[in-house]
């Protein structure tokens, strides 16, 4: 027995595998941009009489219930302004047949805006919310408009994402991903890409873990990436692929394990670190645990960053090398 508006059952079986619609006791809610309609009501919403806007099935979400925002993908889901997700416990969710760590069914732009509170294309302040199965963009050239996510809540859970920031690729503040989080959890997500060249002579980072971006005082503490893709296309020796300004971004822990940082061959530079923060961090440890490089001098030679694996040498520990 299913009824999509007020939650799915089905003898307590998800629906949809791969990465799919779980079981909810809260409402499922449809969004196609290419064919919604806004006008349809929360009762009659389903997939053939979808949402077209985000921001529509947001509005009509209840926080704290688990509710779903499920992303039909025939079309990429444009925002004319920064999508901030404040409530708790919501979900969203890119239909896909496949759960991929890049090239997702279901792509989430925010286009040109022009307005300086735009930030980036998703700002998320809830708690325990996820997202799974879509692709962030954010494409606008406003001057404060430097990121494509930026979090700033608790425990989120990001599984087979990909984001990039794919303007201002000269503007040395710009990072596709700000994680100023409380327990993050990011997992088989494709962070940046091999396309685009940066030209920049600094850091431009693709996870920009400078504490008090996403709002006043939130700091990154005890974030986890796991089995992801840091992609670059790199034009300084300068360019990072994870920084921090200070030497207190990090509390407790960071910990990235089985990630891949690239920069791509056709590369202009080798970034001569993955990993790097201005100073030492004061009150939490950075660990790699088993990362590999290609195209970059080092993974970190920051003081204060461990690097664990099977090659131990710390001048060369995690650096591919051609047979």
Not at 200 to 220: E, W
Not at 262 to 267: D, V
């Amino acid at each position: 027995m299913t009824n999509f508006p007020n939650g799915i059952s089905s003898m307590g079986v998800p629906l949809l595998g791969g990465g799919g619609i779980p079981a909810t006791p809260g409402k499922v809610l449809f969004v196609d941009y290419g064919n919604g309609n806004d006008g349809v009501s929360v009762k009659t919403n389903s997939t053939k009489r979808p949402f077209k806007t985000i921001a529509k099935a947001y509005d009509v979400a209840t926080t704290n219930k688990d509710d779903v925002i499920a992303l039909i993908g025939n079309a990429e889901h444009t925002l004319t302004e920064m999508l901030t997700v404040a409530k708790n416990r919501l979900h969203f969710i890119g239909l896909d047949g496949a759960s991929r760590m890049y090239g997702q069914n279901a792509k989430i732009d925010l286009g040109i805006t022009g307005v300086a509170a735009n930030l980036g294309t998703v700002l998320n302040t809830g708690v325990r919310n996820s997202f799974h199965n879509i692709k962030f963009r954010n494409l606008d050239t406003v001057t404060q408009g430097l990121y494509a996510f930026l979090e700033g809540g608790e425990y989120l859970y990001m599984t087979n994402c990909e984001i990039y920031k794919e303007t201002m690729l000269t503007n040395t503040a710009a990072a596709e991903m700000v994680m100023n989080g409380d327990s993050a959890q990011i997992i088989n997500c494709t962070i940046g890409s091999l396309h685009n060249p940066l030209t920049t002579d600094d850091i431009r980072p693709n996870v920009l873990m400078t504490k008090g971006i996403a709002g006043a005082g939130l700091v990154a503490r005890d974030v986890s990436f796991i089995n992801c893709n840091f992609w670059k296309k790199a034009g300084h020796i300068n360019n990072r692929f994870v920084y921090g300004a200070n030497a207190t971004d990090i509390e407790r822990m960071l910990f990235f394990e089985n990630c891949k940082f690239i920069s791509q061959k056709l590369s202009v530079a080798a970034p001569d670190q993955c990993v790097s923060f201005a100073a030492e961090q004061t009150q939490g440890c950075v660990l790699l645990k088993d990362c590999v490089s290609i195209g970059n001098t080092k993974l970190s030679t920051t003081t204060g960053v461990y690097i664990v694996g099977a090659v131990p040498t710390y001048a060369t520990s995690g650096i591919a090398v051609a047979s």
